[in-house]
């Protein structure tokens, strides 16, 4: 997953989850506007907050810039302090536009369906379009692989995370183990950054993340951990990787399918063209160079929407069950 | 390739001049390569089927009539596109280079066995005196990776800039980009080359710290398109986009038109943007 970390002004916003930023205006005043820009009026931008990038300020900018310009309208940050934020931003259609990672994508799949659609998704530069979860320990600890990990304590991201929980406890039933009783305690972080923290801090025994730029043959670039060593927050060193599994289908550019159709043309090729028409802007926004975007569809989703409803099932019924894909 | 390095004044540029941003009403014109010229019309009833495919869906998503422009060669085309003539037409480089003032690449197509045209990297030792890709003729030359994407990508940068076989003294495949980058430090090679995601991932700042902080990018570019869509320089922000949106979806959405309006390029995957220069070589290195 390459989330784009954007931090707008803070204003909660009580129960919802949600903070609105500030807007940035685009090229015709909203009495001039016809069309679909007049249906439209404005681009609401739903985005997940993250304190461990000090450039988010200038990386919102950026991006704010890019899409009033593209579009001709004012674009509205909304900032989402978590995962169910942007969820429940899109399934509510109180946004536009937003990035999902797929287990995201699937939960929203699973409230409405074809009024989401996923448009767009970041193609590495060695052509793949996945990205891995790491299981994560301290090096000084005494766990070498996930088997030392019985009984130990595992932090988890979000329940709503794909890399941090739906695929690797979907992977580890693959291999046999129960994530429900392998671990003899499991915690919830909220967010990549904090799980890496609590991991540092000798809260978890364990945790499990996001990590891209890369492969397990070639190593990893991106990643929580990698943008905190850069910080000076944490070293690299003082983590050790027991387990990775993946590729995992990219974090997907999800439009509301009830917009203007001319709308949503216009952001999936504005948004595509950005690394070739404006590369400063692609990589000052936080995307990794030889990176570009490429066309996805609800197809693409399809095992992480089956993962997610198998998950789901479980944790109501304790049963299996069947592909909720169709 | 157009790089705009001041983003804030391309919308100070667009915030006055708004109808830059607009879609026009006007039909949307494209050539057609046919044995006689012809003025441009609705397209026959009885064109192929992907073709009429192709111009329904671009009609029905630009909200636009659209007209094919029957155009004798390539050259014809180009200088149709030049003097208003036409909207869009596939072109090469030889037929581009005439207009390419007036004009910019906004589309190309990645054939299935082929990876994006992402920018290849070609760097040394900061104190080596040799500062171009001529320079280097007889060089050692390491590249690395863990896959064909770490070779072929720069070959194919390379070999556009007439860098081929026997260019470089001795040739090495190192195992991964740090390898290959390692052997660069080490005086074992003169030469790194490298695809940008690779270079971005051996070059990480830790810190605020790099192994590449004691090199310097010799050479940056990607690879030539041979062929892509052209458009005026003309063409309005949104039509562009909107353009591009269309038809990087079009093998999913569409799957009779692409294969029409992609049949130039055999085993086509997928419709990809490009920058304004896609068809012209890059010559000059460009260190960022």
């Known amino acids: 997953m390459k989330t784009l970390h954007i931090r707008a002004l803070t204003l909660a916003l009580t129960g919802a989850a949600i903070a609105v930023g500030s807007t940035l205006g685009g090229c015709e005043r909203k009495s001039e506007l016809s069309g679909w820009r007049a249906e439209m009026k404005e681009v609401r931008f739903a985005m997940m907050a993250s304190e461990e990038d000090p450039t988010l300020t200038r990386k919102l900018d950026l991006y704010k810039d890019y899409f009033a310009r593209a579009t001709g309208l004012p674009v509205r940050l909304y900032e989402a302090s978590d995962y169910n934020g942007k969820i429940q931003a899109i399934s509510s259609g109180q946004v536009d536009i937003t990035l999902l990672a797929s287990a995201s994508y699937a939960n929203v799949d699973a409230q409405i369906g074809e009024l989401a659609k996923p448009i767009l998704t970041v193609r590495r530069a060695d052509g793949e379009l996945g990205y891995y979860s790491m299981f994560l320990v301290r090096a000084d600890s005494p766990y070498h692989e996930l088997a030392d990990l019985k009984g130990k304590t595992m932090g988890y991201v979000d329940l709503n995370s794909t890399s941090g929980y739906l695929y690797p406890r979907a992977k580890m039933r693959k291999e046999g183990i129960d994530p429900d009783t392998f671990f003899g305690k499991v915690a919830i972080a909220g967010g990549h950054t904090q799980a890496i923290m609590a991991l540092e801090n000798g809260q978890f025994d364990a945790t499990v993340i996001n990590v891209g730029g890369g492969d397990p043959v070639a190593g990893f670039t991106t990643g929580a951990q990698f943008t905190m060593a850069r910080r000076g927050l944490v070293k690299l060193e003082d983590f050790r990787p027991v387990w990775t599994v993946g590729p995992i289908a990219t974090t997907a550019v999800v439009v509301r399918s009830d917009r203007p159709q001319a709308f949503i043309d216009l952001m999936r090729g504005a948004m595509a063209a950005l690394p070739y028409d404006e590369p400063e802007t692609w990589e000052g926004g936080g995307q990794t160079d030889g990176t570009t975007l490429t066309s996805v569809d609800r197809e693409h989703y399809r095992e992480v929407i089956d993962l997610r409803h198998e998950e789901l099932v479980r944790r109501r019924t304790g049963a299996s069950a069947g592909p909720a894909s169709s | ?288």
């Open chain 2, 1 to 288: 390739m157009m790089r705009l390095a001041a983003p804030l004044l391309a919308a100070m540029a667009l915030s006055v001049a708004p109808s830059q941003a607009s879609a026009p009403t006007t039909p949307l014109r494209i050539a057609t390569l046919t044995e006689e010229a012809a003025p441009c019309a609705p397209l026959a009833a009885d064109a192929p089927a992907g073709e009429r495919a192709y111009f329904a869906l671009l009609s029905r998503r630009l909200e636009r009539q659209v007209l094919s422009c029957p155009m004798a060669s390539r050259a014809a085309a180009a200088a149709a596109l030049a003097s208003g003539g036409a909207d869009l037409a596939v072109l090469d480089a030889a037929s581009f280079r005439p207009v390419a003032t007036t004009t910019r690449s906004i589309l190309t197509v990645r054939p299935k066995d082929q990876f994006s045209r992402i920018a290849v990297v070609v760097a040394v030792r900061a104190d080596d005196e040799r500062r171009t890709l001529a320079d280097l003729r007889g060089a050692a030359v390491a590249f690395g990776g863990a896959n064909r994407s770490y070779y072929d990508r720069p070959l194919r940068a390379l070999a556009d800039q007439g860098v081929g076989e026997g260019y470089f003294r001795t040739h090495v495949k190192a195992a991964s980009a740090e390898e290959a980058l390692e052997m660069l430090r080490d005086g074992k090679v003169d030469v790194l080359a490298l695809h940008a995601g690779a270079w971005r991932q051996v070059c990480l700042k830790v810190k605020g710290k790099s192994r590449c902080d004691e090199l310097r990018v010799a050479w940056r570019g990607r690879p030539r398109a041979t062929l892509a869509i052209v458009a005026p320089n003309t063409m309005p922000l949104e039509t562009r986009y909107r353009l591009i949106g269309v038809h990087v979806a079009m093998h999913q959405e569409a799957p009779s038109a692409f294969a029409w309006a992609s049949a130039w390029m055999p085993n086509g995957a997928e419709f990809e943007p490009t920058e304004s220069d896609a068809l012209i070589l890059t010559s000059s290195a460009a260190p960022r």
